[in-house]
């Protein structure tokens, strides 16, 4: 079926792009893993748990969805740095860290991610702590080492990941689902903009820093982010709902039965609404900030163009 003549309950609000080519897709996401397998080398000399639970949080799973949006983006700003691949990869490694942490027993007591065993579970609760902190240290040192970089643009990007992670962001955003989340819905859109809209927006303003785009071009970007981060959410949500398998979803199911979610405050039908809302906002403010150019776009299609199973018809 095309992308034009997909049902309307499919979500395919980018109509009239096709699917990005998957030999680009792929050529970026290796160029992402090489780099990530640098920076995380494990040299047979000092070989310990602590490189070993870096390297599997960090390598061999998942979309790359946040690093291949800051390559997107600004390339199609117009950027080709190489320093690009070393800002995305700064990025996947705050996800990672991010991931980890959410996993512990003391957090969302996550078995499964990605396919296989939680890190915790893996190499212990210790370990993992470390692992977390190292992750995040080394993003920071990426980003402060980046060539090919102004030292203004490198300090702007230290400072926006800080944000990112600290209690403007993922941090915040973790103690509010586990201790401030009264299950409002404005509480559980904070939340959600702080535990999955942030990464993507530090993606995208990490894109633009670095291709230095007007404000207007970062302020459409940003908003994009945020309407991406909210669908991304619910998607995320309608994959936990009963009756998917975790083979598929590749992490726990279930766990989000009675937590405050907006699927369990308003119900799925006017979440499967607001769903479609956000996507429809994300593409205009991604439109808005990229005009035609069509990579970042089709990108995003690939993305969300179909719902997850588990969300009624």
Known sequence: MSIQARRHEDFGIFDGFPVQPPNELDTLRQAIENRLDH???HDAARADLLTSAMRAAALGAGKRMRPLLVMLVARDLGCTS????????AVELVHAASLILDDMPCMDNALLRRGRPTIHVQFGEDVTILAAVALLSRAFGILAAAQDVPPAVRARLVARLAETVGTQGLVQGQFLDLRGNRG??????????LKTGVLLGVAVDMAAIVAQAEDGVAASLRAFALAAGHAFQLR????????????????DTGKDAHKATLINAVGQDEARRRLALHLHDAERHLAAALGPR?????????LFGRM???APN
């Open 39 to 41: 920076w995380l080398n």
């Open 184 to 193: 409002t819905e404005n509480d559980i859109a904070v939340t959600n903009e």
């Open 82 to 89: 190489p320093a690009l691949v070393d800002v995305a990869c």
């Open 294 to 302: 069509p990579n970042t776009r089709r990108f995003v299609e690939g």
């Open 236 to 251: 995320d949500d309608f994959l936990d709902v009963a009756g998917n398998d975790s083979a598929v979803t590749g992490k």
């Open 308 to 310: 997850p199973a588990g």
